[in-house]
């Protein structure tokens, strides 16, 4: 997949593959955040006992959402800035790259908690429908975040000449 995913977007220039990354990954994990910080908020408190590792699985999502809420400030506010500015030239943006490796080194460690936790986003047996689709969403979040932080680390890179 990552190699499909890479052919499409070597046609785009440095400034299409950033406004591609703002626009779609963005966005999305914008609102799978917002989704799954209410499914946390209104999950029964049967299902919180019932399955205590919902305790951590929070926790680490809490994490994952202060890691991307920053990343993503830091992509548009920095990142994307700087993108512009170099377009045409050839500047050392190595520290983008490693600042984008070490944010996705951390999530994705999480993510593998989380992944473990809940026996691969699988649902208890008998678990309400807010953990189900706490459950779904969280898995989506990890699928759009690596896409993003992938293209971000391998595909920028590329198209700026870091």
Known sequence: MKKSMQQ????????????LVSD???ASEKRNLSSLNQCF????PQDMSNYPELTTIRLHFGEI????????A????????????NANTSSDLSYLKDQVHSVKEEISKRFSEI??????????????????LCY???????????????????????KLGA
Request: no cysteine; proline share 4%.
């Open 8 to 19: 499409e977007l070597k046609i785009l220039n440095a400034v299409q593959l950033m406004n």
């Open 24 to 26: 779609k990954y963005h």
């Open 41 to 44: 908020q209104f999950m029964p």
């Open 65 to 72: 959402r202060k890691l991307l809420q920053k990343h993503l």
């Open 74 to 85: 830091d992509s548009e506010t920095v990142f994307f800035l700087a993108t512009r500015k």
């Open 115 to 132: 992944s473990t936790l809940t026996h691969r986003y699988k649902a208890p047996e008998g678990a309400s429908a807010w953990t189900k």
């Open 136 to 158: 779904a969403l969280l898995h989506d979040l990890e699928s759009d975040t690596n896409h993003h932080l992938f293209v971000e680390e391998s595909i920028f890179p590329l």
